[in-house]
């Protein structure tokens, strides 16, 4: 059993509560472990994802940054804002006050984690192997080719990405991977007038 690509979505973690915590196990115990073959960027050399072999056998990872949206719009003069000028003109006319608890940080860490060789007595899910390359685009990959990878001790596999970006669903979990953490953070704003931001030095 394989993702949703056929019908033009991409999923990129198991569905399937077993096969979930199996991954979930293989990640901690991949920690450490020499990466082979090594996903490149046919384009640029840049290093898109990894295969690490060990006792659950491969697992393979990609990783990408996806900028965080705003929980506000913000128009000035008709147009909408960028994030950054958007949070500019918040900072001008409601600064903040009192902060309490880490930052929620501007960008969110999303890819691809799966086994690539389950036991047979084991739910046989597969997903979608994408990665992504900050400057080409997206590609997939065949869980077929990265086993014959690791058959001949291929050190590096060459993709080619394209755009645009393709579509994905990372399906949540109640039960979350290990490393992953919650962050909380309260602010309190005030409101800072016209006449106040003309009479700041």
Known sequence: MTGDFAGGVLRLNAVNAEV??????????????????????????????????????????????????????????????????????QDAVYPVRERRGRPIPSEKIEGTIALLALPAEMHQEYPDLMVRCEGHGDAVLAREDLLKDLRQRRAVRKVHPHRPHLAYICPPHAEPLPGAETVRYHETRGYRSVADRQAQP
């Open 20 to 89: 979930w915590r199996r991954t979930g196990e293989a990640l901690l115990d991949s920690a450490g472990r020499e990466p082979s073959p090594k996903v490149q960027c046919g384009r640029c050399g840049r290093n898109l994802g990894a295969v690490r072999s060990g006792k659950y056998g491969p697992l393979f990872t990609s990783s990408w940054p996806v900028e965080l949206p705003l929980a506000f719009a913000t128009y000035v003069n008709g147009q909408r804002l960028s994030r950054r000028e958007a949070l500019n003109y």
